[in-house]
């Protein structure tokens, strides 16, 4: 038993944070959010060729071939520098393709997307707002040696700027499917939306009379889908945890600085007190977090809960944080000059984001044997 | 990370869970003296009274992994785990190994062990809780002894006790660097004890009072005016918070046992998906507050001392005793007013959330240790 990083991975994260506080401070963040693409083009190079997109991608294949360890400690970080990115989408349609592609499919896609050279996304959410693999009905008729894909997909993360979908269809034969389709093919078309965070990007995908040949669908039905949903999850959860550290480190800095009745407000106890509350509820989901990506890593079999519960948790965390930084930076948390809004803004993007604490809790009970 | 056991640990848990078929009874009276005297050699005799206590101390100089391992079982199985004196074994004796005289070893240790001794905790005063470093009971250096007066609150078990752990004051001008543990008997002249009835109407804390009560200066535990460091190392034991994640884990149970007996709109409880959420919610609090354990378990096995994030699992633990208790009596309903096994322990967990410090403290040591924040 040992719940601790190893040098290796602390390592990691300190060069992450590093690089991240130097080119992509707030003050960028704002500036990429307030370009049309949302991205930098050169940051995303950058990272690509650092190994940061392909770290669990295997070797073999062009990545880094580490696990999930490492993931969340890169997307802690990068949520808690608000990073925006289509990091989340590629890293996300990567490991479904190397979880559930023939080797074939593997080398043809995972260099490409770990390099950054192709950014992907996963199309899974539809009408319904059900983050569950039960709810897919995009429809996937086979015809000869062809698949055709028609129908919508809503909140694709980075839809306009991703290469590589990694489309979930329902087949003929009511059986689940993962295509993986060019964003460039006959028939697809994206539309953005507006977002409240503009850090995070999305938009509704149609798909009409998309032909997808045998050699692009990915050995994958329900069960496989699932395991990518816990995979979102999680990751998810991870920002969670630096963006909500974010906001707290933020506001403890504020509530140092900011003075009335000749003090500091941090040294009052309705200042202090919400801000140790956010510090315990953001150490009590690390230990969440880095279980289920302890699970993940090792096959454990708590996989499916563990991820639950620690999304479940993260959506709280997140809520409350947000509210927390806002409130306790007063006037000034209500303008548009100081950061903390972006914090708020954010959570209401990671509080729904593979599924909101409701949908987690009653999976969680449901795991639980309840 | 690994959050696997190794075939040694798991072959320990398997010794203990053996040594509790054995030797725990499927019900017994957790106040039956009778029950605890046999309960404590039992323990004693297996080694697991000072488990993770080098042998030196006469403890088994067993592995800190082994030692959640038995906490945790013990639990589970809803075992008195440390017999009848909690106080001493989790704190006064790791205090005594780490600040104590060759002298001080020798006495208190094998008694402790035998299960011969109760200790209680004298911190505070009618003046002093929760700013405990204001405390005013007074040791006054006369010779080779210290002559003794004040009054001491609170102080759970005193009416039983054989010892005191307490801190006095050897010196008024410095607050923290004032202040001096010293260890003495009950039975000295000049200590009186006064039950003070809890809520429940049962005598479990009191009043001690110090009228000229005279010890000699070996009674002191470390240096004159360490005491605060001391006792800052024996709260943070007392907050590592494994053992009570255990406790949580059997209270969800108790509580999910509950919500598929009442019923809600003519069916189960737990078939209501309010109520499935909340107790999803309970139990992944409960898991976390575990693993949260386990981090600090990790940190102390190499080699760092608890630190002041030990905070976490006892502010987490107040929030899950409010919430628990709250959706427990709501529940039952009107049948809250009765007296009974979940009403009881709405009144009684009052006790745990305030005891060590209440949720507020817990607060200012995140806010102000950990956060770095000013001092109020």
């Given amino acids: ?370 | 990370m690994d959050f696997d056991f190794s075939p040694e640990e798991d072959a320990f848990r398997e010794t203990v869970k053996s040594f509790l078929d054995e030797n725990l009874p499927d019900e017994y009276d957790a106040h039956d003296p009778k029950f605890l005297k046999q309960w404590n050699h039992a323990l004693g005799k297996a080694g697991y009274l000072g488990f993770a206590w080098p042998k030196e101390a006469g403890g088994a100089g067993g592995a800190i992994i082994e030692q959640f391992i038995l906490k945790e079982e013990m639990s589970t199985r809803r075992a008195p785990a440390l017999g009848t004196d909690f106080m001493g074994l989790t704190w006064v004796g790791p205090a005594i190994i780490e600040y104590g005289s060759e002298e001080q070893k020798q006495k208190f240790l094998p008694e402790m062990f035998a299960g011969e001794s109760i200790w209680c905790t004298g911190y505070s005063e009618p003046g002093s809780g929760s700013d405990l470093a204001s405390l005013s009971t007074r040791a006054e250096p006369d010779g080779d002894d210290y002559i003794v007066n004040g009054q001491k609150i609170w102080t759970t078990l005193a009416h039983v006790a054989k010892y005191i752990f307490m801190l006095v004051r050897t010196e008024s001008t410095s607050r923290y660097g004032g202040i001096t543990c010293l260890l003495i008997p009950m039975d000295t002249p000049g200590i009186e004890v006064q039950p003070i009835p809890s809520l429940l109407g049962v005598a479990s804390f009191n009043q001690v009072f110090f009228k000229d009560v005279r010890v000699p200066k070996s009674c002191r535990l470390g240096k004159e005016g360490q005491g605060w460091k001391v006792v800052v190392g024996a709260l943070a034991q007392e907050r590592s918070g494994i053992s009570e994640a255990t406790e949580k884990l059997r209270h969800i149970e108790d509580l999910e046992k509950l919500a598929r007996k009442v019923k809600r709109n003519g069916k189960p409880a737990i078939e209501d998906p309010d109520v499935r959420r909340k107790l999803a919610s309970f139990r992944t609090r409960i898991a976390a507050m575990r693993l949260t354990g386990m981090r600090h378990l990790t940190a102390q096995l190499q080699g760092k001392r608890p630190s002041s994030e030990t905070s976490i699992n006892k502010l987490l633990r107040a929030h899950l005793e409010f919430e628990m208790d709250d959706f427990s009596l709501g529940m039952l309903g009107t049948e809250a007013q009765a007296d009974g096994t979940w009403q009881h322990r709405s009144l009684s967990y009052h006790g745990s959330v305030i005891g060590g410090g209440t949720p507020n403290i817990q607060r200012n040591i995140i806010s102000e240790r950990v956060l770095g924040l000013p001092k109020d």
């Fill in chain 1, 1 to 370: 038993m040992n719940f601790a990083f190893t040098e290796e991975q602390d390592f990691l994260r300190s060069e992450v944070r590093k690089l991240l506080d130097a080119q992509c401070d707030v003050k960028h963040v704002r500036e990429i959010a307030d370009t049309s693409e949302g991205y930098s083009r050169d940051l995303w190079q950058q990272i690509g060729e650092l190994g940061w997109i392909g770290l669990a991608i295997p070797e073999a294949h062009g990545g880094g071939g580490l696990g999930w360890e490492e993931l969340v400690i890169l997307f802690e970080e990068t949520g808690r520098s608000l990073f925006p990115s289509p990091l989340l989408s590629t890293v996300l349609c990567a490991e479904t393709i190397a979880r559930f592609g023939s080797d074939t499919q593997k080398q043809r896609w995972l260099p490409g997307l770990a390099d950054g050279s192709q950014i992907g996304t996963l199309a899974f959410l539809e009408e319904s707002d059900e983050w569950s693999p039960k709810a897919v009905a995009l429809s996937g008729k086979r015809e000869g040696r062809e698949l055709v894909l028609d129908g919508d997909k809503r909140f694709v993360q980075d839809v306009v700027a991703a290469d590589l979908l990694a489309v979930f269809f329902r087949r003929d034969d009511g059986e689940l499917g993962i295509a993986i389709v060019e964003s460039k093919s006959a028939g697809v078309s994206a539309k953005s939306r507006d977002p409240l965070d503009k850090t995070k990007r999305f938009g509704d995908l149609t798909l009409a009379g998309v032909r997808v040949p045998q050699e692009d669908i990915l050995s994958a039905g329900e069960a496989e889908a699932q395991q990518i949903l816990e995979l979102g999850a999680l990751a998810a959860a991870a920002e969670i945890v630096g963006t909500a550290e974010g906001a707290l480190d933020l506001t403890v800095k504020y509530a140092m600085d900011r003075e009335q009745f000749e003090k500091p407000i941090g040294q009052f106890q309705g200042v202090k007190h919400p801000l140790a509350e956010t510090y315990m509820e953001i150490e009590t989901l690390k230990s969440l977090v880095y279980f289920a990506a302890w699970a993940l890593d090792s096959g454990d079999d708590s996989i499916a809960l563990a991820t639950s519960q620690a999304k479940a948790y993260a959506s709280e965390v997140i809520t409350r944080a947000g509210v927390m930084g806002i409130q306790l930076h007063g006037a000034v948390g209500y303008t548009l000059e100081y950061d903390i809004q972006l914090y708020l803004k954010r959570s209401k993007w990671a509080r729904p984001m593979f599924g909101n604490e409701i949908h987690h809790y009653e999976r969680a009970a449901a795991l639980g044997g309840l």
